[in-house]
């Protein structure tokens, strides 16, 4: 127990000075650089080595990995003595090692096909706390690795109350078409898309539409594409003018987007159903965009030029009572752009430009402060993942522009490998039409 | 023999709209006019007339699902155009009927300038307006497209509306002065199209323009 807490601590004072040592290089004034590190409330979890097939090593290494990124533990990896065969693993020295918890995987005696068992063991009381039968699909492919993902999602729901994100995917933009990639860096694949570019890709909340703007020589209207079957079909009133930033409301039933023409841009509810569009905002000669629905469909953010620069401001849903969200200085806070709000409902992030260059901000909507998550190289477009801890977003900090994922809770962050040229990404729901399909 | 061929393929535009039997779009999706002086009055209604007509065939296209055809024979229409152009080009090295002087199409597509995060047409640029003012008028079957652009500030998304501004305010200034509104498409390619692919304020201020286009009757 001792060793364990130790080993706790020895991680926090680490990792807050790696953050630090990151992205302290420009502060807006008056902002409060965000990452504060919670000390004391990860616990240290242990995947057991154990029988050795290529289908078990491979579902302990995308388990441990997923674990790992969950930012929830720290995950280590035992020696072989400890590991769980059957019988149940050494849990006195997984207590000496300061083990608190620990994840087996097990082959399944009897089970038809392709099955393992995923054991969480908790190490203080030596006992099983929860298991669950996974039959791996054959082959090792995209749905292999899905079913752990989702399997590692339950694992961390279990242990800390809440699920997982690993079975979930990012959409983005790259030479102008759409993909989309695992937050563990895996299955990039081309989403087939119309126009040239296509831009602002947004998922329906059960995964299964997605809206995006496309470019093709007739105009920029907006299109919303069933994913399983690839049809198209072109918002009403989208065929001329600018139509950009297309959001889901939270029922699915809705869909918030910014049309532009010659009277300025302003925001629109198209309902899916009765085909009905309604126009929420009037701009004269400026812009509204950029809306993002609160949890409940009660509230819209967006942005909007109406002040000079653009900046964040909230709404009804029906258009009443528009107000600033984030406080800003005429003439010298730096324009906001790419809202979204937290599906816990209690912030909602941005971007705005310090010294002519975007950063990831939060803003608290209980208290109206922002905290500034980065500030090292540009880092725009920030998206958040269900769990609502964590953001995937744009940074040219390594030199090319590609997709990151920070951990809000702890400041960890880290490159999503193979995203260069990354830009304008949307992170989807738990569920989607690719982790169904497999 | 251009206008036979250009004829000819605006018929296959109707065609392919009346294929997909579409009823018009209701009124409600377009937004509102807005009351101002007589000739943006006009304007707004002569643009909504064009914007109806195109959407009627562009939500036929798409309730058949059938972008990618719609977009082929918009691309048949431009190739059967370009080829026209050529060969009026090998035939006819002086442009007449209705052609262009390399002076005249010049003026058109001289492009203006904007200052960063804005939108109006600036003094010095009125005189380019001005002189495209006078070559649409002494050929009045010209239609054009004016394309808003910005720099690499801001964000993508932002950026396509402040290139639609862009352009609305040149084709503003334009209608203002006489030129009918049907007669000037506007575009915003946000900053998906630098013409300077440098990161200095050189750059910057040659990527915040509007492009002009002819799109129809210059030959």
Known sequence: ????????????????????????????????????????????????????????????????????????????????????????????????????????????????????????????????????ALPLPAGGGEAFRQAVHRAADEVVHWATGSAGVAATTIAFVADGKLWRVDPDGEGRAAIPSAGRPALSPAWSPDGRLMAYTAFVPIGRPLVIQDLATGKRDIVPGTEYGVN??????????????????????????????????????????????????????????????????????????????????????????????????????????????????????????????????????????????????????????????????????????????????????AWSPRRTFFSEAG | MMLKLTRAAAPALVALAAACGKPPAPAATTPAPSARADSLARASADSAARAAARRDSLAAAARADSLARAQAALSRADSARQQVQRQSADTAPVLTAGGLVAADAAALADPIHFDYNKSDVMAADQARLDRKLAVLAAHPRLEIRIAGNCDERGSDEYNLALGERRAAAAKRYLVAHGVAAGRVDIVSYGKEHPLDPGHTEDAWARNRRDDFVVTKGAN
């Open chain 1, 244 to 425: 950009i930033t297309p959001e889901f409301s939270p029922d699915g039933r809705t869909l918030a987007y910014a049309h532009g023409d010659e009277n300025g841009t302003d925001v629109y509810l198209y309902d899916l159903r009765s085909q009905a569009v309604t126009r929420l905002t009037v701009g004269r000669f400026y812009d509204n965009l950029s809306p993002t629905w609160s949890p409940d469909g009660g509230r819209i953010a967006f942005i909007s030029t109406r002040a000079g620069l653009p900046q964040l401001y909230v709404m009804g849903a029906d258009g009443s009572n528009q107000e600033v969200l984030a406080h800003f200085d005429f003439g010298s806070t730096g324009q906001t752009n790419g809202p979204e709000w937290s599906p816990d409902g209690q912030s909602v992030v941005f971007h705005r430009e310090v010294h002519g260059v975007p950063q990831i901000f939060v803003l608290d909507l209980a208290t109206r402060a922002v905290r500034q998550i980065t500030g090292d190289g540009r880092n725009e477009d920030a998206t958040w993942a269900p769990d609502g801890r964590h953001l995937a977003f744009v940074s040219s900090r390594s030199g090319t522009r590609q997709l990151w994922i920070v951990d809000l809770e702890t400041g960890r962050m880290r490159p999503v490998v193979n995203t260069d040229g990354a830009r304008l990404p």
């Open chain 1, 1 to 132: 127990m001792t060793g364990g807490r130790w080993m706790v601590v020895a991680a926090l004072v680490a990792a807050p000075v790696a953050v630090r040592a990151q992205d302290t290089t420009a502060t807006a004034p008056g902002v409060r650089v965000g990452i504060t590190y919670t000390p004391g409330t990860r616990p240290n979890l242990a995947v057991l080595p154990g029988a050795s097939t290529a289908a078990l090593d491979s579902v302990r290494a995308i388990l441990q990995r997923d674990l790992d990124y969950s930012d929830r533990f720290d995950v280590m990896t035992p020696p072989a003595a400890v590991s769980a065969s059957g019988d149940a693993p050494d849990y006195a020295a997984l207590t000496a090692l300061g083990a608190d918890l620990a994840v087996a995987v097990v082959p399944m005696a009897g089970a038809p096909g392709a099955a393992v068992e995923v054991q969480l063991h908790d190490v203080h009381t030596g006992s099983v706390r929860n298991r669950l």
